[in-house]
């Protein structure tokens, strides 16, 4: 990717990229839904990356171009927000421009192996590769927590998309052959190694955040919040209601809120002893609770989609020990458990591929893609020349 964005910034726009910089896409193992609920995740960073080269340009204006399509779109950078992928870019260098770190004007040509609109957070991995690239471009100091924070407001305040802060986390602070635990209300991260093999089905189900689920489910958590509140007056986040007392929860709410309270409060119990399960190496009481966790999305939050399911059950069938939906849902992927990964997974992995695909093209008429996850590396510079 860093050689396609460089030698598409010079057909673009003649000349060397000032600098280059990129960030991986996610899946996020456990916990779902329970960052914005102030709750932990497990997350962890996948070998797609999107990569963003750099030049300056004219004060005022951004040009901008993907090896998606090739085409240069010129914009206001302080004007009316376009649509599309590009204001993602304008969001950053906004965010980037109120904390006095954007340059003036700026090229940027994007390329990137992380599929868009698969809850894999290609959002994240763009928004925090182009804040990189702009800060450093400007010349300006960026740490990691501040990295994360551009990348967060950019999507949340500029796009609209009123998300939590698990993919702007992971994407900066990913690390190589590690999940993250990220407890969302405290901002205390714990690297956890991932000693498992597991698979990455991609349905091809597009969704949109924008499009107002996420937004609905978002607004959901809040009114029952306030709601135990009237009971619980100190209750900060929705995830900070204890596991324990979730037949008390059970009485206060009712309907569609208790639905999506109890998913918050279960899943925030499934994500902490997930991390724990896997950091002691026991992968397959780590799967049941996979297991569990997308069951939960599937009936309480409503988050997930036919295709998704169908997935979870085939791969299930077929010996995973566990799958589940990953990012957002409604669509996109599903994470499956192989097993340890020292314990030579070869026909139970290919069981797994073959049912899946079978069940899938039954139902579909063809095949999802799937992949083997690696836990890669965050954000970081890449090299300008190319040798
Ligand atoms: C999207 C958001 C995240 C998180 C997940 C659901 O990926 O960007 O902040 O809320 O959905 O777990």
Same mark, same amino acid.
């Given at each position: ?10 057909? /673009?726009?003649g ?16 916990? #779902? ?5 102030g709750?932990?995740v ?15 340009g ?5 040009e ?14 302080d004007?009316v ?6 204001r993602y870019?304008?969001?950053?260098q906004r ?28 959002s994240?991995?763009?928004? @925090? ?12 100091d960026?740490?990691?927590?501040d ?6 407001r ?22 190589a ?36 689920a ?5 607004? #959901?958590?809040e ?32 309907g ?29 009481a ?6 569990a966790s ?28 566990g ?14 458990? @192989?097993?340890?990964?020292s314990?030579r997974?070869?026909?139970?992995? #290919?069981?797994?591929? /073959? ?5 899938f093209l039954r139902?579909?008429g063809? #095949? ?10 965050g954000?970081?510079r ?6």
């Amino acid at each position: 990717m860093r050689t396609q964005a460089i030698a598409l910034f010079h057909r /673009a726009f003649g000349g060397s990229p000032g600098t280059v910089a990129s960030a991986p896409g996610r899946v996020n193992l456990l916990g #779902e839904h329970t960052d914005y609920n102030g709750g932990p995740v497990l997350p962890m960073a996948i070998s797609a990356r999107t990569t963003v080269a750099v030049g300056p340009g004219e004060p005022g204006w951004l040009e901008l171009v993907s090896a998606r399509d090739g085409v240069v779109a010129r914009v206001r950078w302080d004007g009316v927000m376009p649509d599309g992928w590009t204001r993602y870019i304008v969001g950053v260098q906004r965010e980037l421009a109120a904390r006095g770190s954007a340059p003036r004007g700026a090229r940027l040509a994007v390329a990137s192996d992380v599929p868009v609109g698969g809850g894999l957070s290609s959002s994240a991995a763009l928004t @925090v590769s182009t804040a990189r690239a702009l800060a450093d471009l400007a010349g300006a100091d960026l740490p990691p927590a501040d990295l994360i924070g551009v990348a967060h407001r950019a999507e949340a305040n500029q796009v609209g998309v009123r998300c939590g802060i698990m993919d702007q986390t992971i994407a900066v602070r990913g690390r190589a052959g590690h999940a993250l635990l990220l407890e969302c209300a405290t901002g205390r991260t714990r690297a956890i190694p991932v000693r498992a093999r597991l698979l990455l089905f991609d349905t091809g189900v597009r969704h949109q955040l924008g499009d107002g689920a996420y937004n609905t489910r978002r607004a #959901e958590c809040e009114a029952a919040l306030d709601i135990l509140r009237l009971t619980e007056p100190g209750l900060e986040y929705l995830a900070g209601w204890p596991a324990r007392r979730v037949q008390t929860l059970r009485r206060l709410l009712s309907g569609t809120l208790r639905s999506r309270a109890l998913h918050v409060v279960t899943e925030t119990a499934r994500t902490r002893a997930g991390a724990d399960l896997l950091s002691r190496g026991r992968v397959r009481a780590f799967g049941r609770l996979l297991d569990a966790s997308h069951e939960s999305c599937r009936r309480q939050y409503e988050c997930s989609a036919p295709e998704l399911d169908l997935v979870v059950r085939a791969a299930r069938r077929a010996g995973a020990w566990g799958a589940r939906l990953t990012g957002a849902g409604w669509g996109g992927c599903v994470l499956a458990l @192989v097993g340890a990964d020292s314990a030579r997974p070869g026909t139970r992995e #290919e069981a797994i591929r /073959a049912a899946v695909n079978r069940s899938f093209l039954r139902a579909y008429g063809r #095949e999802p893609s799937v992949t083997v996850l690696r836990a890669g590396p965050g954000a970081r510079r890449e090299r300008v020349q190319l040798e």
